[in-house]
């Protein structure tokens, strides 16, 4: 288990930071970021390829801005993901959750200035059932490839 949680002064996680490529992540479950009140980027490639990655929450990040490509690319044992209470991201890179092939249920709510998400959103995410996109007022942008090849995705 990994939790990153009240750590008042953190402002960034850096490129590739618990990322399988640097081997950092092999045996973690379960991530949390929770109340990290200065984290303003989360960088490349963190927590890409996560194979053992099963949850990752993230929520109550008051000054979170910019999420950049790779992040969770490649979890292909993550089942739940939830991110909520983010009130100033407003951009997410290129591969976000893409190829986390158990994927079952993503959250992704309470993003109030969100405004753009990269290519290939969810693409791959061959067991999704249930993708929950709310209060996402000032989303105008989602790239290319998103939700592709969900085959488990229900349709209403």
Request: include cysteine; proline fraction near 4%.
């Amino acid at each position: 288990y990994f939790t990153m949680k009240r750590l008042p002064n953190l402002q960034s996680l850096e490129r590739d930071c618990l990322s399988g490529v640097s081997g950092d992540c092999r045996s973690l479950r379960v991530a949390t970021f929770e109340d990290l009140p200065e984290l303003t980027t989360v960088g490349y490639n963190c927590l890409r390829s996560c194979k053992a990655l099963e949850t990752v929450t993230v929520t109550d990040l008051p000054k979170l801005q910019t999420v950049r490509s790779g992040f969770l690319d490649d979890c292909v044992g993550l089942k739940v993901a939830t991110f909520e209470q983010l009130p100033e991201l407003t951009k997410v890179g290129d591969c976000w959750m893409r190829c986390c092939t158990a994927l079952e249920t993503v959250s992704i709510v309470g993003l109030p200035k969100l405004q753009s998400v990269g290519d290939l959103l969810l693409c791959g995410c061959t067991s999704l059932k249930v993708a929950t996109f709310e209060q996402l007022p000032e989303l105008t942008t989602v790239g290319a490839i998103w939700l592709s090849n969900c085959r488990a995705l229900e349709r209403r």
